[in-house]
């Protein structure tokens, strides 16, 4: 009975790490929690960019808080247009729907070298469907 017992637990020992170990081939990837998809963009019932976003992601906008007591930042994430700066938070509501194909969040430690210094809220890249 006990070596019964031994040879269980010495077998559970060893198939659970290798089972841990194997890949799901078929495995979904999980979602980019900052990025907003064009299906999402789709099964939403916004009529523009800001509704969307504080919908689905509404930590996008969030401010930041005061990076430093020193320097003036914006504490508020940046809205980039097709990688051109296009403004605060507020132009969101200018941007239709229609003309959306993907929202993305860049944390602030990661906009530098794409946009440049100054961004340190982070910055909210909006890309556009081709007309």
Avoid at 106 to 128: C, D, L, M, R, S
Wanted: with cysteine; glycine share 6%; charged share 20%.
């Amino acid at each position: 009975m006990m070596r019964t017992s031994v040879r269980l637990l010495v077998l559970a020992a060893l198939v659970v790490p290798v089972s841990a170990c194997s890949r799901n081939q078929w495995a979904v990837p999980a979602p980019d929690r900052n990025v907003i998809t064009s299906e999402e963009i789709q099964a939403s019932n916004a009529s523009n960019a800001w509704d969307l976003v504080a919908k689905l992601r509404g930590n996008f906008m969030h401010s930041r808080g005061a990076n430093s007591i020193y320097v003036k930042v914006n504490k508020e994430p940046t809205v980039f247009l097709d990688n051109v700066e296009f403004g605060t938070l507020d132009k969101l509501k200018q941007i239709p729907i229609s003309h959306i194909a993907e929202i993305r969040f860049i944390n602030g430690w990661n906009t530098e070298a794409k946009f440049g210094p100054g961004y340190i809220a982070g910055v909210i890249q909006v890309v556009t469907r081709v007309q």
